[in-house]
């Protein structure tokens, strides 16, 4: 900060703010340049118990600013303001405002299309239907989300291609990125992979994990969003088209060891699990898990979006999660968690039948095909997109369904992923900062 400082701030003659934690040290000469102006949660919220906003969690401070200025009574205890955090901060009054002001923030935000403004709007809605499912409030205008996954679609078959080309320094940008970003800022490593997990999803797991801070970022997972190809790319760090078999994940742990191995970790020191329970080594400097959790729920939900929100809060309650963080955590860990898709609701149009030889058949929205197959009849049929081979191998066929359409059974609403929809595509990419013990 002192070299941006000498060299850009001091002589630009702009306006700069500049935000320290409070156990950050800004030196003197630098500081009486800047009117400073403390910020706290008891400035904030003065009408709340500011020990319990440090420590309980806080689903939105946009919301809790909304329910604060229609609190007109001053809350003094820590068990009070807990329960405000988790009860009348919900209430209808504060929801009606709150809907409204993410609905107008998407509706702004649709108007640019780049990559770190559709990060936002994915988070905006994501909040949106977080809110739908946990308190029931429905928001009225029916045309933002078509609106939004029109746009959406757009920007991914226009602008998608050129997503490799960022660099990982602030964060991945896409997905197969992740491993180098990680590498860049730490050295004893520990990637939790939770297959399947949307933004929504992650929300509803970061209510189970009490005293545990984290930063948040979006990244863009790999298209069509199948766990053959999304999850290789982001433990690989390779796109699809540079795999021997993108398709398949009979190399996932092989391409693993060895993306670590060019990291300059020692062969025994990298560990690849499934699940939360395994053995921390004293040795051990790179560690991935695969948790299969929730994307055994997404294919296996029969209640939608609704069951889905109901399935993950008991997984959050399990408190697994949190536990396996804390003994990473307790190892000296760096800890990262982030998930190869999403998933989104979706209602049946059928099967197609007789089109040639399939490759992918666990997605119910991507069919992936040979070029020799009649693939014509089917995007007429069931309204496909052919989707363009950014990143894949060239001698396939990528058939992507609508953002709310499947295989399946005409009618029948069912959860699945493979799609460009923005649930799917744009997922968490989280980073523990700390845990209080």
Request: charged share 25%; aromatic share 14%.
């Amino acid at each position: 900060f002192r070299y941006i400082y000498e060299t850009v701030i001091k002589k630009s003659g702009q306006r700069y703010l500049v935000v320290l934690k409070e156990d950050i040290y800004l030196p003197y000469d630098i500081r009486e340049k800047f009117h400073c102006k403390e910020i706290n949660y008891h400035k904030l919220f003065p009408r709340l118990n500011s020990y319990a906003l440090e420590n309980f969690y806080i689903f939105d401070l946009d919301l809790l600013y909304i329910a604060h200025k229609n609190l007109y009574r001053t809350i003094s205890s820590e068990a009070e303001t807990g329960k405000f955090l988790s009860e009348e901060m919900f209430s209808q009054k504060n929801l009606s405002e709150y809907v409204e002001y993410l609905a107008f923030e998407i509706k702004r935000r649709l108007k640019h299309s780049n990559y770190l403004n559709w990060f936002r709007v994915a988070l905006l809605h994501s909040k949106l239907e977080y809110i739908k499912y946990r308190c029931g409030f429905k928001y009225k205008d029916r045309d933002l989300v078509p609106q939004m996954q029109s746009q959406f679609r757009k920007f991914i078959l226009g602008k998608y291609s050129s997503l490799s080309g960022y660099s990982a320094h602030k964060g991945p940008v896409l997905l197969n990125r992740g491993l180098d970003y990680i590498f860049m800022n730490s050295k004893k490593v520990a990637l939790i992979v939770m297959d399947g997990m949307s933004i929504i999803d992650w929300f509803i797991l970061a209510e189970g994990l009490e005293g545990i801070s984290h930063k948040y970022r979006s990244t863009y997972g790999i298209i069509p969003t199948i766990t053959p190809i999304s999850r290789q790319s982001l433990l690989s760090g390779k796109l699809p088209v540079e795999m021997d078999r993108p398709f398949s994940m009979i190399y996932e742990e092989r391409m693993f060891m060895k993306r670590c191995m060019d990291a300059g970790y020692r062969e025994d020191a990298i560990k690849y699990y499934r699940g939360y329970d395994f053995e921390i080594g004293y040795e051990d400097k790179c560690i991935c898990t695969i948790i299969n959790d929730i994307d055994d729920l997404v294919h296996s939900q029969r209640q939608g979006n609704v069951g889905m929100y109901h399935d993950v809060k008991l997984l959050a309650n399990s408190a697994k999660l949190q536990t396996l963080i804390k003994r990473l955590y307790e190892n000296d860990f760096d800890i990262y968690i982030t998930s190869d898709h999403g998933h989104v609701e979706t209602e049946g149009i059928g099967s197609p039948r007789g089109a040639g030889v399939e490759v992918e058949s666990k997605s119910k929205r991507a069919l992936i095909l040979k070029r020799f197959a009649d693939y014509e009849g089917i995007i007429d049929e069931f309204d496909m997109i052919e989707y363009p081979t950014y990143f894949l191998p060239k001698d396939y066929i990528y058939l992507l369904c609508e953002y709310d359409r499947s295989f399946g059974v005409k009618g029948d609403i069912s959860l699945s992923h493979g799609g460009i929809s923005i649930e799917e595509v744009i997922v968490p990419f989280i980073e523990i900062e700390g845990i209080d013990v």
